[in-house]
Antibody, heavy 115, light 110 residues
Framework: QVQLQESGPGLVKPSETLSLTCTVS????????WSWTRQPPGEGLEWMGY???????NYNPSLKSRVTISVDTSKNQFSLKLSSVTAADTAVYYC?????????WGQGTLVTVSS | QSVLTQPPSVSAAPGQKVTISCSGS????????VSWYQQLPGTAPKLLIY???KRPSGIPDQFSGSKSGTSATLGITGLQTGDEADYYC???????????FGGGTKLTVL
């Protein structure tokens, strides 16, 4: 049973870079797509992007200039970086297996952008 | 404004059936397969349906999915209070080259 766990700071200052890591356990990161989706409080889901285990990526055009998703197969982890954050980036961030998010999701982590 | 359009809310009585629609366009639903997710309060989304009408292991046949043209539908039968949740459709948009979700539908079991 594949399990995913997000980790990273729960509070980020405006204009700084949000960094999160998703650790995959119970299975290999190789051979799959891995994605990030976020959900602002009280709002719907927003797809942020995905990384293939080989390192190729695809990002939401609305975030493309600020988002980077990378993979570390040696650690069975993949990561999200979102630069120049504002209060509008406050959300629960989910990592998942699959381009859009399939049967395996992390529990989510709330990141608040505030000074 | 979501690329995929869902009704904000639906409701039905216990034991009844409800359907949730998801409307898109030729570049998303019209071309790519649709997934459906259930999100209970305070929890991560859970995959209910993938590839339009397939259920992952462990998802009861209470849940069904279908697609026609540029729209998709989630059906839920035998409603229970435990089915109260937000439901989202999602698919790939070939024009945007991006994943897209509907705005979500809140199901209330009266």
């Amino acid at each position: 049973q594949v399990q995913l766990q997000e980790s990273g700071p729960g509070l980020v200052k405006p204009s700084e870079t949000l960094s999160l890591t998703c650790t995959v356990s119970g299975g290999s990161i190789s051979g799959y797509y891995w994605s990030w989706t976020r959900q602002p409080p009280g709002e719907g889901l927003e797809w942020m992007g995905y990384v293939y285990y080989s390192g190729s990526t695809n990002y939401n055009p609305s975030l493309k200039s600020r988002v980077t998703i990378s993979v570390d197969t040696s650690k069975n982890q993949f990561s999200l970086k979102l630069s120049s954050v504002t209060a509008a980036d406050t959300a629960v961030y989910y990592c998942a297996r699959g381009r859009l998010g399939g049967a395996n999701w992390g529990q989510g982590t709330l990141v608040t952008v505030s000074s | 404004q979501s690329v995929l359009t869902q009704p904000p809310s639906v409701s039905a009585a216990p034991g009844q059936k409800v359907t949730i629609s998801c409307s898109g366009s030729s570049s998303n639903i019209g071309t790519n397969s649709v997934s459906w997710y259930q999100q209970l309060p305070g929890t991560a989304p859970k995959l209910l349906i993938y590839e339009n009408d397939k259920r992952p292991s462990g998802i009861p046949d209470q849940f069904s999915g279908s697609k026609s043209g540029t729209s998709a539908t989630l059906g839920i039968t035998g409603l229970q209070t435990g089915d109260e949740a937000d439901y989202y459709c999602g698919t790939w948009d070939s024009s945007l080259s991006a994943g897209v979700f509907g705005g979500g539908t809140k199901l209330t079991v009266l």
